[in-house]
């Protein structure tokens, strides 16, 4: 029986009350999750923001632009996150229904499963191309510049890989309990 099923089968034979209790104690679990995950990264972006800062005023144009997209992402990156993490936030509110709290969850996850899995976009493209622009910009078509970037491109596949390792193996089983406990719900309200 897959893990799943197991949780089906656990819902069917719960009340309304504890279906909210579920939805709500696994919700409270996943925002710890993001809020670490948040708190790492708007660190991270800080402090590269502050070390690349001065790259902008200094060096040759390309290094500047370079330095310039780099922080712009860590802005775009900041913002994302914030973002993401205020959708749907209402499925620890007490005064909501279950069905409510659930779809307020599923709306969060969503979010979360479409941040992760556009990555590149948002996060890997703007930064890293910043810093291939930076060396560019420094060392001109040199072979270090073409093996920087090379390895800023095996950098990116992986920061990509792991994003979406991770929505699938946390957020896409976290939205299939929440669609499965939705169906339940409207399965079991609708036979009264």
Known sequence: MTHEAR?????????DGDM?????SESR?????????????????AVGALLIAPGVFRGPLLSRIGAALMIG????????????????GAGCDLSLSVVAATEAELRRVNAQVA??????????????????LMV?????????????????????????????????RVLHPRRAE???L????DDTHTKD
């Open 7 to 15: 949780g089906l089968e656990m819902t069917s034979a719960l009340d």
């Open 20 to 24: 909210l209790a579920l939805v709500q």
């Open 29 to 45: 679990r996943l925002d710890r999750r993001i809020r670490r995950r948040d708190a790492r990264e708007l660190v991270a972006a």
């Open 73 to 88: 992402g860590l802005l775009l990156i900041a913002i994302r996150l914030t973002r993401a993490r205020r959708i749907g």
């Open 115 to 132: 941040l992760l899995e556009g990555v590149l976009w948002w996060y890997v493209a703007p930064v890293l191309t910043g810093a291939v």
């Open 136 to 168: 560019a910009g420094r060392l001109g078509a040199s072979r270090l510049t073409f093996a920087y970037a090379a390895i800023v491109v095996l950098l990116a596949w992986a920061l990509v890989a792991l994003n979406a390792r991770a929505a699938r």
């Open 178 to 180: 929440l669609l499965a």
């Open 182 to 185: 939705l169906a339940q719900f």
